[in-house]
């Protein structure tokens, strides 16, 4: 339109200005055959540019003309494409509202001429497993996979919906599937996290424990709670399945997890069940020489017998280090009971009372009362077990 109106302004200009031009004698002169042209050179030009701008006009009617055309023609595909994005945004606002029903209905419409169907399909999945539609649900993933960007997308979809219903062994299909790595996006890497705890697999999860803690899937206080429960689930399966399983299990502990009391006390627990009790103690024994670590007592209490004279001696040997510590008092009266010295037992037992009173003390104490017939100083210390 511009150019046309500048068109229109160019020949009025020269029909304004043709008069003052008329002394001008300019000639022109065309032949062609039988036919000659003869006029003026400002005529000429003026007819030129007429013809050009008729040309430009013309040009424009029949661009114009097609495109009305064409538009017709499409009209109905238009319509289809604009009630799409209505089914959309009242979709959106139905999963914004949580109407699951109206969501799967509007989205499941966006779908069929909307710009991007893998969305509104994936919604449409995500509203159909809030209403407990697995097959509705399925289908819609099934669709959405035909797009290849999306085909990762739906995969993982699809492992949180079936670990949400407790399908895990489809959902360790799919996720085996893609194979999470270092490389993999953090919901991949955070759902198998959780379906490897739903599964109890700590074999896999102790392989993926390094990229969790490279990748920050995790916080820090949540990646060690982590590696320390499988770390222990490992140490304490492996020992009841076999003694190469507890070696193995063992060697996988970094060299510093090896040090550490709590895996310490799993292990020395472990071999003294395959008749490695010597070994056992002495693990152990080597450890509280450092520290009476709380765990290292309580393994030894389940370690030693009655019949391991030398390592109950040198237990009772390290009373005037660790005379005041409660975990200490508490292994000498468990040691004293086995034994069934309850006499004993009631005076450790009233000294970790008297330190670090709880429930699980003061019935210890009512119980080698009760075994000395002080029945009424066990009644005293049953209600006081009460109290926690």
Request: net charge neutral; charged share 25%.
């Amino acid at each position: 339109m511009i150019k046309a109106l500048i068109y229109l302004i160019i020949i009025l200009v020269g029909l304004v200005v043709s008069p003052y031009l008329s002394w001008f004698n300019g000639y022109i002169y065309i032949a062609m055959g039988d036919y000659e042209l003869e006029t003026s050179l400002i005529f000429a030009l003026l007819a030129a540019i007429l013809f050009y701008a008729v040309l430009v006009l013309l040009e424009w009617c029949v661009v114009w003309t097609l495109n009305l055309l064409l538009s017709s023609r499409f009209l109905p595909e238009k319509w289809r494409r604009k009630a799409a994005r209505k089914h959309t945004l009242l979709g959106a606002l139905a999963l914004a509202e949580e109407d699951w029903p109206m969501a799967e209905k509007a989205m499941a419409k966006g779908a069929e001429k909307g710009e991007i169907p893998a969305l509104n399909l994936l919604a449409a999945a995500r509203a159909a497993q809030h209403q407990n539609d697995p097959e509705a649900r399925d289908n819609y993933l099934v669709e959405a996979a035909k797009e290849p960007l999306a085909a990762k997308a739906v995969t993982t979809t699809r492992i949180r919906y079936l670990l949400q219903q407790g399908e895990l062994i489809q959902a360790r299909t799919q996720l085996d599937a893609l194979n999470p790595t270092s490389k993999s996006k953090l919901p991949l890497l955070r759902l198998a996290v959780e379906l490897y705890r739903a599964q109890q697999d700590w074999a896999a999860m102790k392989l993926l424990l390094p990229t969790i803690a490279k990748r920050n899937v995790l916080s820090n206080d949540e990646c060690t709670q982590l590696n320390l429960q499988t770390n222990h689930a490992l140490l304490t399966t492996a020992a009841s399945n076999s003694e190469q399983e507890l070696e193995k299990a063992w060697h996988w502990l970094s060299r510093s997890e090896r040090k550490q009391a709590n895996y310490i006390a799993l292990y020395a627990e472990g071999i003294a069940r395959y008749g490695r009790q010597t070994e056992s103690v002495k693990l152990l024994m080597k450890q509280l020489k450092h520290e009476a670590y709380p765990e290292i007592l309580d393994a030894l209490t389940r370690v030693i017998t009655p019949a391991d004279l030398d390592a109950r001696k040198q237990l009772f040997d390290l009373e005037k280090r660790y005379v005041d510590n409660a975990d200490y008092q508490a292994c000498i009266a468990t040691i004293y009971d086995q034994s069934k010295e309850f006499r004993a037992s009631k005076q450790w037992w009233e000294k970790v009372c008297h330190q670090a009173p709880s429930k699980q003390h003061w019935i210890a104490l009512a119980e080698a009362q009760e075994h000395l017939g002080e029945q009424n100083s066990a009644l005293q210390s049953y209600r006081k077990a009460a109290i926690f």
